[in-house]
């Protein structure tokens, strides 16, 4: 009877043997791959700040200016200036029509 216990003793630490090497090489899988996932992570990081480095080299106000300036014959854009816009205050609306929508709204 002994010797029945010593067997499947040794047959469970056997396994538990398999099963904590297979853990062992899951775990360090796992491991590889987070590294290789913070590298990829770390590198979208760095390239995203470069485009949003370049985004601001591109719109930089001088040079939108001579491109609306250059192709000003084509596009017919204009330098926006505080003068083109208005407080809400100095809007003209009409005002029959405002109250045609709002009896419309209340009638549905």
Known sequence: MKSLFY?????????LAVWAYRQNYE?????????QLRTEIAD?????????????YLNRPDRLADLANLNFDRLGL?????DHFRKIDQVPYPIENIQEVMDRGVDQ
């Open 27 to 35: 775990t360090q899988a796992k491991l590889r791959e987070v590294d």
């Open 7 to 15: 067997v499947i003793t040794a047959m469970a630490v056997m396994a």
């Open 44 to 56: 979208l990081r760095e390239r995203a700040g470069v485009l949003r480095a370049e985004w601001a």
């Open 78 to 82: 204009l330098e926006l200036r505080p």
